[in-house]
């Protein structure tokens, strides 16, 4: 005898590496399970919910298999529901999901919030976390494991300083969004003297970069995602020709406010460009927009 079962997969994607039919293969190789050989069928399923729907109605109404392995968000199983509850099939879902649901045909194999968010929460704040920024994409899982962060934040002590949801076709989406660069003066600047810090202070850039990246934009997740420490400079040196050099300034080349250098290069080191850097005298000069001389006071005068 011959037992169908669907590998219910996406086909690309870091997802796709979960085989179905090296896993039929080994099975058969041991013999099958209880003397009957298993055959998979393979569907894709786009990592659209309604193509989810739509294969897993086809593989248990017209293929009849026996089972169906698959699905890996929260919004494509939601969408299989009813289709395999409807067939009266049997759904293994592989993946950790929001909790909530309980179906007489599908198997949830994976962790749900009480085994792994509320452990991370708990583990956050044994570490002093103070404060989170919930954000993910806009779909069942996260905006239902952040209603159960939201609850226990609250019995923790933590509080959420925002919420953010991404549509899950997004594609204009960027970690500067989060990840954001304020300059700030170490003494006038946290004054607490509101012209005065307006006057100084510079906000609102978003950075790319990470404590780990050769872009080192440090963050550190207890206080949120705002930079925390970055690259006063960036130079590249040609040591075969010095004129050939660049570099940038987090800043500009001026500490008055109201200076056009004040923060001119900031612009630029966001965007990760660099300006030449004139080595020898007659480079600088050709360079230079406007000259500083110094004079000596006459010793009489």
């Known amino acids: 005898m011959t037992e169908d079962v669907a590998a219910f997969q996406r086909c690309i994607g870091v997802l796709a590496g979960f085989d179905m039919f090296d896993v ?3 099975t058969l190789a041991d013999g099958g399970i209880l003397g009957k050989k298993i055959e998979p069928v393979e569907e894709d399923g786009q990592s659209e919910p309604t193509v989810f729907a739509e294969k897993i109605n086809k593989l248990l109404t017209e293929d009849k298999v026996s089972a169906v392995f698959g699905g890996w968000t929260s919004a494509s199983r939601k969408a299989m529901l009813p289709v395999v509850e409807g067939a009266k099939g049997l759904l293994f879902y592989p993946v950790q999901y929001e909790g909530l649901e309980a179906s007489k045909n599908i198997y949830y194999t994976g962790a749900t919030t009480n085994q ?6 708990d583990f956050l704040e044994s570490k002093g976390v103070k404060t989170l920024f919930l954000a993910g994409s806009d779909y069942v899982f996260p905006r239902t494991a952040n209603k159960i962060i939201k609850q226990y934040a609250k019995e ?11 549509p899950l076709d997004s594609d204009d989406w960027t970690w500067g969004h989060l990840h954001r660069l304020d300059l700030h003066d170490p003494t006038l600047g946290e004054s607490g003297i509101g012209p005065v810090e307006w006057l100084v202070n510079r906000d609102g850039w978003e950075v790319d970069g990470g404590s780990s990246a050769v872009d080192a934009a440090a963050w550190d997740a207890a206080d949120g995602y705002d930079v925390v420490s970055a690259p006063s400079m960036r130079m590249v040196v040609s040591l075969a020709d010095w004129d050939d050099s660049r570099w940038i300034n987090l800043t500009g080349v001026s500490g008055h406010p109201f200076d056009d250098h004040y923060t001119d290069q900031t612009d630029l080191y966001v965007r990760g460009e660099t300006l ?5 005298s007659d480079a600088v000069e050709r360079a230079g927009d406007d000259v500083l001389t110094l004079e000596p006071t006459p010793a009489d005068g």
């Open 24 to 26: 039929a293969s080994q």
């Open 116 to 121: 792994q968010i509320i452990p991370a929460m």
């Open 156 to 166: 923790l002590g933590i509080e959420i300083v925002g919420e953010e949801y991404v």
């Open 276 to 280: 030449p850097w004139a080595f020898t």
